[in-house]
């Protein structure tokens, strides 16, 4: 048990102890302290199993390795969850401490072929450095320069034709409506391009993409789809996966044409916050190695050879 839990359960006692004094229980009513310090008690959480990566199988680092095993499993989740379109959309991971290398799949390859060792690697050139084949050009475009000229921690992106949010794209929207607890994640964290230029395929529509995200976790290229970054593939996925569950419900909630009940920028305001703090630190890691344990229990398996 931690210190804080133990801090925690101590603070329960006391409480238990003064109803006793005060003639019994009243509800199990704690003080805001007491109720912070239980709070934290929950959010402090051992992992379920030892992280799955498998044996490395590249001549490369071990960080290379896990970002290699994180982006396949992420490859492979959005096919079990319907998120990727055919062998187009395209989901990147930086190397750690590479200046920017960054590991992509090679076109023509289906999503459910995609193993840790047979990324790509290429530079923020175009080159490849490992790995045969290339990746779509607007794979490059997009990705190089939101891994390049984002100004906040980037070490994912992930652009897809996911069916809600894409569908957020073709309205006349400027932000996503926060309309339940899954929009909260994006909580003016969410930017609505209003400006479609087509395919993605050069070097200016990707820096103008990278500059209209800013810090921003998440771009609706409008008529297109979404975009996604994040500081790692783990939060990444979170971000994308939840997009999609957050898009689903608001145009479910749209669709009946009844007045929608919305969250106050107040609420909105402070659940972002704390969601903020939690998800990279404790949803998401344990969320997505979970996720690469259903993967290891079905036929996806050989994502991490």
């Not at 603070?11 to 003639?23: D, F, H, I, L, W």
């Not at 290339?134 to 997009?142: G, N, R, T, Y």
């Not at 909260?184 to 230029?197: G, P, Q, R, S, T």
Request: glycine fraction near 8%; charged fraction near 25%; proline fraction near 5%.
């Amino acid at each position: 048990m931690s210190m804080r839990t133990e801090q925690a359960h101590a603070t329960a006692n006391g409480v238990a102890k003064k109803e006793q004094a005060n003639g019994g229980p009243k509800g199990h009513e704690l003080s805001p302290e007491e109720s912070e310090a239980m709070k934290d008690s929950f959010e402090n959480h051992e992992p379920v199993g030892p992280p799955v990566y498998g044996t490395k199988k590249l001549d490369c680092s071990d960080a290379e390795w896990r970002a290699r095993v994180d982006l396949a499993a992420a490859y492979r989740l959005c096919c079990l969850e319907g998120l990727n379109e055919g062998i187009v959309n395209h989901l990147t991971a930086s190397v750690p401490g590479e200046n920017h290398n960054f590991l992509v799949f090679r076109f023509g390859r289906s999503w459910e072929e995609v193993t840790a060792s047979n990324l790509l690697k290429m530079d923020l050139e175009g080159n490849v450095l490992t790995g045969d084949g290339k990746c779509d050009s607007s794979a490059f475009f997009i990705h190089s320069r939101i891994h390049e000229y984002r100004p906040a921690p980037t070490g994912a992106v992930f652009h897809t034709h996911q069916t809600a949010a894409a569908a957020l794209s073709a309205l006349e929207i400027d932000s996503l409506p926060m309309l339940h607890i899954n929009n909260l994640f994006f909580y003016d964290n969410v930017v609505i391009d209003k400006e479609f230029n087509g395919r993605v395929d050069g070097d200016q529509e990707g820096r103008r993409l990278a500059a209209k995200m800013g810090t921003k976790r998440v771009l609706i290229q409008a008529n297109h789809g979404p975009i996604v970054a994040a500081e790692d593939v783990p939060t990444a996925w979170w971000y994308l996966y939840y997009l999609e569950r957050a898009a689903k419900l608001t145009l479910a909630a749209m669709s009946t044409g009844r007045p929608l009940r919305t969250i106050s920028d107040k609420v909105g305001a402070e659940g972002r916050d704390n969601f903020d703090k939690l998800i990279p630190k404790m949803f998401a890691p344990m969320t997505f190695e979970a996720a690469k344990r259903r993967l290891l229990a079905g036929p996806h398996a050989d994502f991490l050879t």
